[in-house]
Every structure is written in structure tokens, then in C-alpha cells.
């Protein structure tokens, strides 16, 4: 089945600074790759994905790539602010509609401080 | 955010009880998930739900039942608690499995 890594699981950045995490997964047949950023307390929410006939997509501050090849994908946030502290998820989906055989795997979160 | 809801919010119980949490949609969305949100674990799925009474085991299925017999409620059951269940479940919904993912406020559960 499919596993998900993400590293790193701490990453603390002074404001203003770039941040990556980066993900891989093990199923090829994956094609859908969301992340989600989940503040203290609240609930997980989508902040942007990716599918697989896509290398690269970009919403503001926040861009996320894809290297099928590798088995990699990767969030990207510029100029980071104190509201981008979270804890961020990744996940990888395997897309075979309505069937037992479907199944989206999260990877184990990281952990972002922006430091003033 | 989505018309999703979970009940209880928190629950308290003791080891050897049955507990069941409810999760209940109103945006008629056809997937429905259940995770466990532990430090260092990130969101393990437990179950999930690809249509009225069509589920499927996920990564973390034992100890664990659920049932869907409408499209808006998905139960999940802890036959007999364990301490090792004590942990915030979180429901989901989604058109697809790769579509966006909407959760619920999560349930806080620990058995004592």
C-alpha cells in the first residue's frame, strides 16, 4: 500500500524567510496530492494541491512541486508571516473511483514556527 | 465551513466501554473518512466510506467499526475501549478520494 514521508517534522524560520517541506510517497499509481495546514486547535484545511499532470502550481505566497519521477513533492511559502505557523500535512491519493482499492495516505505532519 | 459536524466534541470514558461517535454531513458528499490525530502520528486513517454501506479498512482499522446506512451519518464504534484509543478523531468528507477534503471540528476521546 501506499506510505508517505514527510521531513522535517520541526522547522523553525525567522519571518520574512522561505520554508520547504517536502514529501514522498511509494504508490505510482498516486495522482492527487493536496497538503493541509492545521492551526492550534482547529481543524486540518486544504491550502493547495497538486495532480500529477501538473509540475508545479502557485497560489500567492504558497507554491507546491511535483517530480513523479522521484516520488517527490515539495510546499514552497515565501516571505513567511506569524499566521503561517502551523502544523502542515501532506498526502498522497490513489484515484480509483467509488472502489475498496482507493485510499488517500497523510504524511506525519510538520511542525512551522515563524520566529520574529 | 462544510456543513459537517461530529458528536460528542469530548468524551470521557472508561476501558471496556463501548463508545460510538457520529459524524453527520449535510453537503450530500458521496466519501466519508474517520481519522485518529496522535502526536507524532500525524492523521492515521481508520476507515472510510465510498458510498451508503460501502466501507473499507484503513491504516489503523483494528478495535475499530463503523457503519453508513444514509449518505449524511458515518458511526464509528469502539467496540471496547481501549487506553490506547484515547486520541482526537477527526470525521471528513469528499466528493472523491481526490478531491478536497473537508473535517469536521474532531472529537476529543480518552479512556481511562
Known amino acids: 500500500g501506499e506510505n508517505v514521508e514527510q521531513h522535517p517534522s520541526t522547522l523553525s524560520v525567522q519571518e520574512g524567510d522561505s520554508a520547504v517541506i517536502k514529501c514522498t510517497y511509494s504508490d505510482s499509481a498516486s495522482n492527487y496530492f493536496p497538503w493541509y495546514k492545521q492551526e492550534l486547535g482547529k481543524r486540518p484545511q486544504l491550502i493547495i494541491d497538486?495532480?500529477?499532470?501538473?509540475g508545479e502550481k502557485k497560489d500567492q505566497r504558497i507554491a507546491v512541486t511535483l517530480n513523479k519521477t522521484a516520488k517527490h513533492f515539495s510546499l514552497h511559502i515565501t516571505e513567511t508571516q506569524p499566521e503561517d505557523s502551523a502544523v502542515y500535512f501532506c498526502?498522497?491519493?490513489?484515484?480509483?473511483?467509488?472502489?475498496?482499492?482507493?485510499?488517500?495516505?497523510f504524511g506525519s505532519g510538520t511542525r512551522l514556527s515563524i520566529r520574529p | 465551513d462544510a456543513g459537517i459536524t461530529q458528536s460528542p466534541r469530548h468524551k470521557v470514558t472508561e476501558t471496556g466501554t463501548p463508545v460510538t461517535l457520529r459524524c453527520h454531513q449535510t453537503e450530500n458528499h458521496r466519501y466519508m473518512y474517520w481519522y485518529r490525530q496522535d502526536p507524532g502520528h500525524g492523521l492515521r486513517l481508520i476507515h472510510y466510506?465510498?458510498?451508503?454501506?460501502?466501507?473499507d479498512k484503513g491504516e489503523v482499522s483494528d478495535g475499530y467499526s463503523v457503519s453508513r446506512s444514509k449518505t449524511e451519518d458515518f458511526l464509528l464504534t469502539l467496540e471496547s475501549a481501549t487506553s490506547s484509543q484515547t486520541s482526537v478523531y477527526f470525521c471528513?468528507?469528499?466528493?472523491?478520494?481526490?478531491?478536497?477534503?473537508?473535517f469536521g471540528p474532531g472529537t476529543r476521546l480518552t479512556v481511562l
Open positions: 498526502a498522497a491519493a490513489n484515484p480509483l473511483l467509488y472502489s475498496s482499492a482507493s485510499k488517500i495516505i
Open positions: 471528513a468528507i469528499g466528493a472523491g478520494v481526490t478531491d478536497t477534503q473537508y
Open positions: 466510506s465510498y458510498g451508503v454501506k460501502d466501507t
Open positions: 497538486i495532480r500529477s499532470n501538473v
